[in-house]
């Protein structure tokens, strides 16, 4: 069974650019969630999609989107990159049910260089 | 809020020794526990999990970790540490608000470094 896959590994941006990330889940998961991850701030949620829908937000700017396909593909979009935006992006996908025994898988994560 | 403390940021055993990482969390009711492991450049795997039951929990990698209700913790336990064990471990927490694991709360890591 293939693992959750992340597009493209590495990424270098500048200043005002903007970014879409792209992560494919384990087949059969509905959920997937993004985290941002950097020596600072460590690891911080940003948001889960379920069935297309955002199901779950953290605490991150409007500048930080997302959206999930039919297929539960799930893509993320930072717009007017910033500095502080260099990060390692994780996507993690589940079977999303309200199960208590709902685990995240992660991919390898998207490095992401705002020069 | 929900909070996890990894008190050790960088810790150094000799392989073959044992190991114990702590973790303590802040929550009302049961939390939702979890162990990853971090390799550079990669990113998170699973190593164990907690959501009830037996509070002692077996994963991967003989990796086991122990839920104390009464001191909120929950620290991972290996006996005997591989060279292949160095990495950056993440304790963290589901969100019971939501009733799901999908959004979850991470210690800032603890750092293992195995010397030969």
């Known amino acids: 069974k293939a693992g959750v896959t992340q597009t493209p590994r590495y990424l270098i941006k500048t200043r005002g650019q903007q970014v879409t990330l792209s992560c494919s889940p384990i087949?059969?998961?509905?959920?997937v969630s993004w985290y941002q991850q950097t020596p600072g701030q460590g690891l911080q949620f940003l948001f889960e999609?379920?069935?297309?829908?955002?199901?779950n937000k953290g605490n991150f700017p409007g500048r930080f989107s997302g959206r999930q396909f039919s297929n539960s593909r799930s893509e993320m979009n930072v717009s007017t990159l910033e500095l502080g935006d260099s990060a390692l992006y994780l996507c993690?996908?589940?079977?999303?049910?309200?199960?208590?025994?709902?685990?995240?898988?992660f991919g390898p994560g998207t490095r992401l260089t705002v020069l | 809020a929900q909070s996890v403390t990894q008190p050790d940021i960088h810790i150094t055993v000799s392989e073959g020794a044992s190991l114990e990482l702590r973790c303590n969390y802040s929550?009302?009711?049961?939390?939702?526990l979890f162990w990853y492991v971090q390799s550079p450049g990669q990113g998170l795997q699973l190593l164990l999990k907690?959501?009830?039951?037996?509070?002692l929990v077996q994963g991967i990698k003989g990796f086991e970790a122990e839920f104390k209700r009464s001191q909120s913790s929950f620290n991972l336990r290996k006996p005997s540490v591989h060279w292949s064990d160095a990495a950056e471990y993440f304790c963290?927490?589901?969100?019971?608000?939501?009733?799901?694991?999908?959004?979850?709360?991470f210690g800032t890591g603890t750092r293992l470094q195995v010397t030969l």
């Open positions: 963290a927490v589901g969100d019971i608000n939501t009733g799901t694991a999908s959004k979850l709360t």
């Open positions: 993690a996908s589940s079977w999303g049910d309200r199960a208590t025994t709902d685990t995240q898988y």
């Open positions: 999609y379920f069935s297309e829908t955002q199901r």
């Open positions: 907690y959501f009830s039951g037996d509070t």
């Open positions: 929550y009302g009711a049961t939390p939702y």
């Open positions: 087949s059969g998961h509905r959920s």
